[in-house]
């Protein structure tokens, strides 16, 4: 095994300049190894004095000083001990797929140069006298070609080193005499110096090329993650929408249930009562007994109702002045109410789902202009909400509760002043969110906008661009408040304590955002606004200088109305689920003078 190791590096121990062994082996600089005599000789060969190596074609500066290599030397005595000289390895050979040395005789070593001007392949070792040989330095080598034959011309067996433009053909000396005598000619190696040229723009162009389509890509890749995660947004934006309005329904469904139980309730009553003064009567009515008796205990009302009047008339009562005589078809009323707000829902679904639907079909990220990713989040979130709004005005403004005849006691009571006041609470304004052109005064709990600065101490809750601020106190349970404005516009929010206070950003603006809600008061209109989207409120609602807020969060409502007195009218109410507790809040447009006062209620 030793033997044969020595036999795999012998090559490695040999002099490239003597093909044999090293004998006094040195060392140059580039890290080559030549016998000391074979190295000295191909230098004092060299009449430029240019000191190179033979192998690498590395120069020197000055010429290097040779010293014995001693580990090497070692190594070629234990390789000489073996017996051997410097065998060729087997992998230096030339296979049927290398190029073979034209100079080697019996089985052929690979190629390592083609020259192009002897025109023939050489090994590495037939190559070694181009290297120190002056006259063949100056030949041309390249890496092994088996087509050097192609370089010869077919008709007049010479290189062909000149190119004819006229014809662009490689041509040789003796052709520019006859078939391309008068021709524009020059020597290949000049036509190749202007097709390299040519060469390197169109690498440019083709490189440049590259690198655009490649940004391209990325760009599209950035496209298609920008559309999932729009289009993700977006379905979850619309499922929290539709659940919304699911819940908004549903809500509604259950107040018009308990408001029909109510009334069912207090009508059964009623009906007891009166049965039980008719019984008072039975023996002078004796005539009608039996009728009444079935009047009387019988469960359908609305047949109650429609035979009673017909039989209290035919005779006089001593109580037939506390009968009252009811409608016999309002619960049947009800259910025309709710059916043509079922149809009325059904038609505002139909319309906006066009639009909706419109909305996602023109979505087309390659023909869009900038920002084509947010463009199906913005639709949907656009569309969605004018649904949302459309159904809830619906909702509201059909008035199932008027069809249920004579409303509960409790409902009733919810319209008139005087319940809402058993909720109302003292808000102060708190001086540190207030915006630095807001004044405070009157115990802080009027704000007036001004064109001087206040000079507030800095504190981390103020808000720094929105001329804003918040209540002192945190707001819980059920509560009402009133504001009495004055001015171009104010808007009267409620908003969680981590609301954004830095910056005129819509994380920093009431009613832009999911932390907060607000109602914007103008002269000739209200318009609510919540995360983002805006609801017109009717016109047939008149606008106050006084606006009353009633907040439930445990039930989630948040209702805003006109106050004129004692009477009050519904602006709009918000039904949703409150996470933490709130604060009330206050936005005056830029305006001197514009104020804001949280009256004090008794």
């Known amino acids: 095994m030793a033997q044969q190791g020595y036999q795999m590096d012998s090559v490695k121990f040999s002099c490239s300049i003597c093909l044999d062994l090293l004998k006094y082996p040195v060392t140059i600089p580039c890290g080559h190894n030549y016998c000391m005599y074979c190295i000295g000789s191909f230098w004092d060969e060299d009449k430029k004095r240019i000191y190179s190596c033979p192998q690498c074609r590395q120069a020197f500066t000055s010429r290097p000083d040779l010293v014995k290599n001693t580990m090497l030397s070692e190594l070629v005595e234990d390789l000489k001990k073996t ?204 005539r009608k007994d039996a009728e009444l008796e079935k009047l009387s205990i019988t469960e359908d009302h609305t047949q109650f109702l429609q035979n009673y009047p017909s039989l209290s008339a035919l005779s006089e009562s001593t109580h037939s002045s506390s009968i009252t005589r009811c409608p016999l078809r309002y619960f049947e009323d009800v259910t025309a109410a709710v059916s043509e707000l079922r149809e009325k829902l059904r038609d505002v679904l139909r319309d906006t789902w066009t639009n909706i639907s419109v909305a996602i079909t023109k979505v087309d990220v390659l023909k869009s202009k900038p920002e084509p990713c947010r463009i199906i989040d913005q639709k949907i979130r656009y569309e969605l909400p004018k649904l949302n709004g459309k159904l809830l005005d619906q909702l509201k403004n059909m008035q199932i509760t008027a069809a249920v005849a004579d409303c509960t006691l409790s409902s009733s009571e919810q319209q008139k002043r005087a319940w809402f006041l058993r909720h109302a609470r003292k808000i102060t304004l708190n001086p540190n969110t207030a915006h630095k052109y807001l004044k405070l005064s009157e115990g802080n709990r009027k704000v007036t906008m001004t064109t001087e600065n206040q000079h507030y101490p800095e504190h981390d809750d103020r808000f720094t661009s929105r001329w804003q601020v918040l209540s002192k106190q945190r707001l819980s349970g059920r509560i009402y408040w009133e504001v009495e404005w004055s001015g171009r516009g104010i808007e009267i929010a409620v908003a969680y304590d981590e609301i954004e206070r830095e910056g005129d950003t819509e994380e920093a603006t009431f009613g832009m955002n999911e932390n907060s809600w607000a109602l914007c008061c103008k002269s000739k209109n209200y318009t609510f606004s919540s995360d983002g989207w805006e609801a017109d409120i009717h016109e047939s609602v008149p606008v106050s200088s006084t606006v009353g807020v009633y907040l439930d969060t445990k039930a989630g409502i948040l209702s805003f109305y006109s106050v004129f007195g004692s009477k009050m009218i519904l602006i709009h109410e918000v039904q949703t689920t409150f996470d933490e507790p709130l604060y009330a809040g206050v936005w005056l447009s830029r305006s001197v003078g514009t104020t804001a006062e949280f009256i004090q209620l008794k």
């Open 83 to 286: 017996g051997l000289q410097a065998p060729a390895a087997d992998h230096c050979y030339a296979g049927p797929e290398d190029v073979a040395c034209d100079v080697c005789t019996g089985r052929k070593k690979k190629a390592v140069k083609s020259c192009l001007i002897c025109l023939v392949s050489y090994c590495e070792n037939h190559l070694q006298p181009h290297y120190y040989v002056s006259a063949l330095k100056k030949h041309q080598l390249v890496d092994p070609s088996k087509n050097l034959q192609e370089n010869i011309c077919s008709r007049h067996d010479e290189v062909m080193k000149i190119f004819c433009r006229t014809d662009q053909q490689c041509i040789c000396y003796l052709c520019t005499m006859d078939e391309h005598k008068g021709h524009e000619t020059v020597p290949a190696a000049a036509e190749r110096t202007e097709k390299q040229k040519e060469l390197q723009e169109r690498r440019r162009q083709i490189q440049q090329r590259i690198q655009e389509q490649e940004e391209d890509v990325k760009l599209l890749q950035q496209e298609v993650e920008a559309i999932n995660g729009s289009a993700d947004k977006a379905v979850g934006n619309s499922e929290k929408i539709y659940n919304e309005l699911i819940h908004h329904i549903q809500r509604r469904s259950s107040d018009v249930k308990q408001q029909i139980r109510s009334q069912q309730e207090t009508e059964v009553s009623r009906v007891k009562e009166l049965q039980k003064k008719l019984e008072q009567e039975i023996t002078e009515l004796k």
